[in-house]
């Protein structure tokens, strides 16, 4: 008996668990960057086009990766996740809609850092002065978080004017071009 009522609690309990993870996926039709269309491909240069770019879209809304998508004639102007570029022609292709999967905060394998910090200064983009900047610096940060390796990462479009700090050798940039991170994703 006290099997069988462990068994049927267990049952309830994952099937709970399941409709919860369902729920968490989003879909997003005509997906938009800065208020433009996402085109289908990464860049001009990098035709890497579809899975890499769905992915990328859904991590920078918190999810881990996308569970659906689909192609269509975006008609006259679509913005690439890859580069400030856009895509200015009837011709131009983007997504009709991307389904992301997987929120990030309900898995204890990601954490997710807002403007990440060392001590009072906020995390600079590069790892060591000019070099081993974005992924280099991001993998370091999770590393010292206790991660193994980063998921995703934002850095400053622009100096803000504030000092950061360089994780590799612990210097402070407080020069007019340095930038920090605006988020990091570290994953296990």
Known sequence: MRACRFAVTFLISFQAFSYVAIAQDKRFSQPRIDDVRLDWCWSW????????VADMFCQRRHYTSAKDFRHERAGGHTRFIGST??????GCVGFAHITC????SANPNFREFKNPSLGKYRLDRCRDWGVNCG????KAFCKQQGFANFKYFRTDSQP????????????????KFCRGFQIIVCQN
């Open 45 to 52: 240069t990098v035709k890497d086009c579809g899975k890499r």
């Open 85 to 90: 570029d856009s895509c200015r022609d009837k």
């Open 101 to 104: 999967a997987g929120l990030m």
């Open 135 to 138: 992924a280099p610096a991001a």
């Open 160 to 175: 803000d004017g504030h000092p950061t700090k360089l994780i590799g050798s612990n210097q402070i940039c407080d020069k």
